[in-house]
């Protein structure tokens, strides 16, 4: 559910927060998991 909100000022801090649909335990399931952060890797280097 992506709100519309985007970063405009690259060299300010923000927070991140997420909501899990139906509670999926994403930190104990290695599929999860590994989506999870491949996805930050992929922010770190391209935006």
Not at 6 to 12: D, L, N, P, S, V
Request: proline share 2%; hydrophobic share 35%; aromatic share 14%.
């Amino acid at each position: 559910m992506p709100t519309g909100y985007q970063i405009t000022k690259q060299k300010e801090v923000y927070f991140l927060t997420l909501q899990i649909v139906e509670w999926v335990n994403i930190f104990t399931r290695k599929t999860y998991r590994d989506i999870l952060i491949e996805s930050l890797r992929f922010c770190q280097q391209n935006k």
